[in-house]
């Protein structure tokens, strides 16, 4: 019969790995409050129309810049799976700074160019001065993707070694530091002359304090840059041809689910056109979007798990494919027992949504619904997480990438059918993501037995 203590002693050390990473999904939305605090800091009154402009301007910047950036997080992988020696750290280096520097191109193209107009001022309608202002941010942030490369190439290595603790302490950090360097720039005179500068600064503080506590926890914990020979001829050397063979389906994916969410917004906005509710409906799913993802959010860092944990690491031993799955079941088991009775009990959800978003019960009546459903979102993100860590430790990342297209085609078709099943609105929204989550999940699992029983794909 297993104890209790054998159990424990026998999980802990995943939970210790994945509860730090867990925290990093929760610290962007800290921080992209903190930086409009410090837009809106100005003194109100004349200058409203001004602080509404700037947050206008700060928010298209920076959605600009995630779009444009979003591939450089994915290095992170790279060098958690790919990178075993010096030599592949600095080839790893080497050719994604060449994707920063195109990234920082972009950045100051639209900055600097009529192309940047295009974009902004004609395609998203805003006024010339909003744009002009956007252009302006993205010229100032235009060096972050190459603090985002040097960030997350070590990130990935420190996992390699189970080194969360330090890769989450370093994003908290960056938050942290944002939030302080806002609190003491809005006592400046910033506020006045140019409160543009505000984020921009914090952004950059941020960044910076990242950067020193990851390359401290690379080169001090415990000295694991030792820990890399100079090169390994038990592996395979890490190329341009195999580091892109196992990084663009991991964007591709990557962009899918960045687009899932203004398409369920064009949708359930059209399907309520006609009865004068789409600004309602849309409002339901932004309200309820970032509570639930509370709690299924952090299980995408499943997929870091499993190679982290499948090969022995300084003095620690390999965990076998059971004892992970395991691991996974606990996590689905841990997460539905929050979600079930807070989401179904009688009166529970309203208060929930009236006490952290602030809605009156009125409203917050119409997010029970939605909510009770993403309550099983837990299953296939979970399972999509763990099937894909494991594709990730056999380099055949590919097998995952069909899941990205059918996964938007199940959305898409899911929003055009369940309203003829009288599914309506922000309902018929979180219903077709959970669906579009299954089919992902399921065509990974495909792609998983495929390798599996291909043996020659294993090796």
Not at 246 to 262: A, D, E, G, Q, Y
């Amino acid at each position: 019969m297993i104890s209790c203590r054998s159990v424990w002693n026998t999980y802990w050390p995943l939970g210790k790995f994945l509860f730090p990473l867990g925290l990093t999904n929760i610290a962007p939305d800290i921080a992209d409050q903190a930086l409009n605090r410090g837009i809106t800091s100005m003194n109100s009154g004349d200058q409203s129309t001004i602080i509404i402009d700037s947050l206008a301007s700060f928010g298209l910047a920076i959605s600009l810049m995630k779009f444009f950036a979003f591939p450089l997080g994915e290095v992170r992988h790279v060098s958690l799976v790919l990178v075993h020696s010096q030599k592949d750290r600095r080839i790893c280096i080497l050719l994604s700074l060449i994707m920063a520097l195109g990234s920082c191109a972009i950045f100051l193209v639209l900055g600097l160019s009529v192309m940047g107009t295009m974009l902004i001022e004609e395609l998203h309608e805003v006024k010339h001065s909003v744009s002009e202002n956007t252009k302006i941010i993205l010229v100032y942030l235009s060096l972050t993707p190459i603090l985002e490369i040097l960030c997350q190439i070590h990130a990935g290595i420190l996992l390699q070694y189970r080194q969360s603790v330090v890769v989450g302490a370093s994003s908290l950090a960056d938050v942290a530091m944002q939030v302080v360097t806002v609190l003491v720039l809005v006592q400046t005179n910033l506020t006045t002359t140019n409160p543009l500068l505000i984020p921009v600064l914090s952004v950059y503080v941020g960044y910076h304090t990242r950067i020193a506590i990851i390359l401290i926890g690379y080169y001090c914990k415990p000295g694991i840059q030792h820990l890399l020979p100079y090169d390994q001829n038990s592996h395979e050397p890490l190329t341009i041809k195999n580091m892109l063979k196992f990084f663009w389906p991991l964007i591709f994916i990557n962009m899918v689910h960045k687009i899932s969410r203004p398409i369920i917004n064009l949708f359930v906005a059209r399907n309520q056109a006609s009865s004068g509710n789409s600004e309602k409906a849309v409002a339901v799913l932004t309200a309820v979007y970032p509570i639930p993802r509370t709690f299924y959010g952090w299980q995408n860092n499943l997929k870091e798990v499993q190679p982290a944990f499948a090969k022995p690491s300084h003095g620690h031993r390999a965990y076998t494919s059971r004892e992970r799955v395991t691991f996974t079941v606990g996590c689905i088991v841990f997460c539905m027992l929050i979600t079930l009775p807070t989401f179904f009990s009688p009166g529970v959800p309203e208060k929930v949504i009236h006490g952290l978003v602030g809605v009156d019960l009125e409203f917050a009546k119409l997010t029970v619904v939605p909510l009770q459903i993403f309550s099983f979102m837990t299953l296939p993100v979970a399972s999509r997480s763990h099937l894909t860590g494991w594709l990730m430790i056999k380099k055949k990342t590919k097998y995952a990438a069909p899941s990205g297209v059918l996964r938007l085609a199940a959305i898409i078709i899911a929003c055009i059918v369940f309203p003829l099943m009288g599914l309506n609105g922000a309902e018929m929204g979180v219903a077709s993501l959970l669906f579009g989550f299954v089919i992902e999940a399921l065509t990974v699992a495909a792609g998983t037995i495929f390798v599996w029983k291909k043996k020659e794909l294993c090796q």
